[in-house]
């Protein structure tokens, strides 16, 4: 099984602010690697997918990067409404999730 | 547009049984393949079970192989998860999703059904 490892668990900004998400594999996973946020009490939304694809409606302030083992996720500018939880999840063998990383407001 | 309304969970006893429905609506449900994501009350996001569109391909993770069947029905737009043998870490919210393209990341949720296994 495919492990993912997100880093930081936690990351504590202020709005406006740059926020850069990291998620590792255990091993290569190509690009297929996707992005996820979760709000309190909602469902997750895709953000991005094959790496570095935004999902349909998703802002240009969301990019994803990486390939093989390493990818990130960086939010440009902190909106209100990007405190959440950030998953990454793979699809190249079964599929996996991360543990998450909570953005939250300094 | 597309919606997933999740419906079956409840209160089970360990070793109990539940079978969870997901009723698809606003897409042609039998072109996508349809998965299983679970969520333990306060922890991360677990992939429990896939299908294919036609319901011939299913995959299961390892914590729930052979206790847990995925099925759909395609004439009736329903994705489908019986889950027998239930054990108190099977407690969760329960999402149906629907994957983007084959074997594609999920690009819709429905809201969840919870389900809690406890005597």
Partial sequence: EIVLTQSPATLSLSPGERATLSC????????????????????????IYDASNRATGIPAR????????????????????????????????????????KVEIK | ?????????????????????CAASGFTFSSYGMAWVRQAPGKGLEWVSAIGGSGINTFYADSVKG??????????????????????DDTALYYCAKERNYRQPFDYWGQGTLVTVSS
């Fill in chain 1, 24 to 47: 590792r594999a255990s091993q290569s996973v190509s690009s297929y690697l996707a992005w996820y946020q979760q709000r309190p009490g909602q469902a997750p939304r895709l953000l």
């Fill in chain 1, 62 to 101: 969301f990019s994803g990067s990486g390939s093989g083992t390493d990818f990130s996720l960086t939010i440009s500018s902190l909106e209100p409404e990007d405190f959440a939880v950030y998953y990454c999840q793979q699809r190249s063998s079964s599929w996996t999730f991360g543990q998450g990383t």
């Fill in chain 2, 1 to 21: 547009e597309v919606q997933l309304l999740e419906s079956g969970g409840g209160l089970v006893q360990p070793g109990g049984s539940l079978r969870l429905s």
């Fill in chain 2, 67 to 88: 206790r847990f069947t995925i099925s759909r029905d395609n004439s009736k737009n329903t994705l489908y998860v019986q889950m027998n043998n239930l054990r108190a």
